[in-house]
C-alpha cells in the first residue's frame, strides 16, 4: 500500500519431505486458497523426482492454481520436460539444463514457458561455473521467455538491483536483453492481462538502468571476481 505495490503469494512444496509431507502442505495451501495464487515444487530434484507428485499438482489445478517447478537446477533437460507435462509448469524455476535440450529450447519458445533465471544463486550452488558461462543470454536469444530474478534475497545475500545492475552485465546480456528479461517477468507474472495493463507505462516510463551506480554486496562480489560464497544460515532483515 504505501509503495503502490501488489504481491501474490505462491505456496511451496517441499519434495525433499517426501509425497505424504507435500499431501499435508497441500491441503493447508487449499485451506487458504482465495490468498494463493500458484503452486510451486522445490527441494531436492534428483532424488525426489516431481513425478511422484502428479496428483498433487492435479489438486492444484483443478483449484485454479497456477503452476511453477524448480526444475532443470541439479537435474537435467528431462525435469523440466517432466514438470511440463506431467505437472503442468508454466513456469520453471532455475531452468538452467534446458540449454542442453535444443529441442526442449524450441518447446518453451513456442508455447511461451517462462524460465526464472537466479543468476547469482546459481553460481553459489554450482549449478553452472560463471556467470560468462550462465545460459540466461543464450535463452533470450533463442526467444525463451527468461527473466531475471534473485532466488532467495536472504540466503543468497543479494537483491534485485544486483542482479539487474552487476550479475547479468556480466553474463553477457546487452542493455536491451536486460530490458527484455524485464519485460518478460511482466510477461511472465501470474495476473490477468487486465492486471499488467497499468504496469505497462511504468515500465516504458523508467527502463532499468545498467551503468546506474549500484553497492555491491559482498555474495556478489565474490562471484564476479570467482572467489567462493559460503552460505550461512543467517538470515537479514532487508
Known amino acids: 500500500r504505501d509503495f503502490d505495490i501488489d504481491i501474490r503469494l505462491i505456496g511451496i512444496l517441499s519434495r525433499t519431505f517426501g509425497e505424504q509431507a507435500c499431501l499435508q502442505e497441500l491441503d493447508g495451501l487449499l485451506a487458504h486458497r482465495d490468498a494463493i495464487t500458484a503452486l510451486d515444487l522445490a527441494g531436492d530434484e534428483l532424488g525426489f523426482p516431481g513425478g511422484l507428485f502428479r496428483s498433487h499438482f492435479n489438486r492444484a489445478r483443478d483449484a485454479g492454481l497456477r503452476i511453477t517447478v524448480h526444475a532443470g537446477e541439479a537435474a537435467g533437460p528431462e525435469s523440466i520436460w517432466q514438470a511440463i507435462r506431467e505437472l503442468g509448469a508454466e513456469r520453471i524455476g532455475h531452468g538452467v539444463k534446458a540449454v542442453e535440450d535444443i529441442k526442449l529450447m524450441d518447446y518453451l519458445a513456442e508455447h511461451n514457458i517462462g524460465i526464472e533465471s537466479c543468476l547469482t544463486s546459481n553460481i553459489q550452488t554450482s549449478t553452472v561455473a560463471s556467470l560468462a558461462t550462465h545460459p540466461l543470454a543464450t535463452f533470450l536469444r533463442h526467444g525463451v521467455l527468461a527473466s531475471i530474478n534473485t532466488d532467495d534475497p536472504a540466503v543468497q545475500g543479494i537483491e534485485i538491483a544486483n542482479e539487474y545492475h552487476i550479475a547479468a552485465p556480466a553474463a553477457g546480456l546487452t542493455p536491451q536483453e536486460i530490458r527484455q528479461a524485464q519485460e518478460n517477468g511482466l510477461t511472465m507474472a501470474f495476473i490477468s492481462e487486465q492486471e499488467s495493463r497499468p504496469c505497462a507505462p511504468k515500465f516504458a516510463?523508467?527502463?532499468?538502468?545498467?551503468?546506474?551506480?549500484?553497492?555491491?554486496?559482498?555474495?556478489?562480489?565474490?562471484?564476479?571476481?570467482?572467489?567462493?560464497?559460503?552460505?550461512?544460515?543467517?538470515?537479514?532483515?532487508?
Open 205 to 238: 516510463a523508467k527502463p532499468p538502468d545498467i551503468t546506474e551506480r549500484v553497492s555491491l554486496k559482498s555474495s556478489t562480489r565474490s562471484v564476479i571476481e570467482g572467489r567462493p560464497h559460503v552460505l550461512t544460515k543467517e538470515v537479514r532483515r532487508l
